[in-house]
């Protein structure tokens, strides 16, 4: 399928408020179990911190990618961690312009070069309380990028085909509460993607794959 064609599904698929996966397929990389217990750590409580980020898709030599970004040391939460540019929303900001602001100001990428395909499910992350919107913008060439060293340590750049894969989603080892444990991950060429990244990214994935 070409590319502009892809792009066009996605948009009707994301923009036209039909029911995204959501749910279904955050919770397949998920860090922890989920049952019918814990899934409830992922229901946004009255008043949890609002953030947005972005998901930047753009063509190149008749393929898709996006950007994801390491965190690093220097950030308040995830720190080290693979991630999609984003943070929290400011007061009297809209979720869409925080995320366009963040991607803006940790890779330095112009709005105006950017469009938007829709917005895709929320997700509230438990360990550091923020529920997160999330939107999908394009350019149809690969966007100039200027990172901003102390929010971002490096910039990846995952083509959809990596995304699709499922031969690259595995597990990987983390230390948590001083434990280390094996969590659900994508297993990228240039980055290994797990957490709330992971389980935005897998909403895309199955989306694509409806297509």
Not at 46 to 70: D, H, M, P, R
Not at 85 to 92: D, F, L, M, V, Y
Not at 93 to 105: F, I, Q
Not at 140 to 153: G, H, L, Q, R, Y
């Amino acid at each position: 399928m070409k590319v502009d064609k892809i792009i066009t599904l996605i948009k009707e698929r994301v923009g036209n408020n039909l029911e995204l996966p959501g749910w279904k397929s955050h919770k397949k990389m998920a860090v922890i179990p989920i049952n019918n217990i814990t899934e409830k750590a992922f229901i946004s409580p009255k008043g949890a911190k609002q953030a947005s980020v972005g998901i930047v898709v753009f063509q190149e030599n008749n393929k898709l990618f996006f950007f994801l970004t390491k965190r690093t040391e220097n950030v308040e939460h995830h720190k080290g961690q693979v991630s999609l540019p984003g943070g929290a929303i400011e007061k009297n900001e809209s979720a869409m312009d925080a995320s366009l602001r963040e991607t803006y100001e940790e890779i330095g990428i112009d709005s105006s070069t950017l469009r938007i395909l829709g917005e895709l499910s929320s997700l509230y992350t438990p360990v550091s309380h923020f529920n997160i919107h999330v939107f999908l913008w394009y350019s149809n060439t690969k966007p100039d990028i200027s990172i901003d060293n102390n929010e971002v340590e490096k910039v990846y750049r995952i083509s959809f085909d990596e995304l699709t894969n499922n031969n690259l989603v595995t597990h990987t080892p983390i230390i948590k509460s001083g434990i280390k444990i094996n969590v659900p991950a994508y297993h990228f060429n240039e980055c290994i993607c797990w957490g709330a990244t992971a389980m935005i990214l897998t909403e895309l994935k199955d989306i694509i794959k409806e297509l």
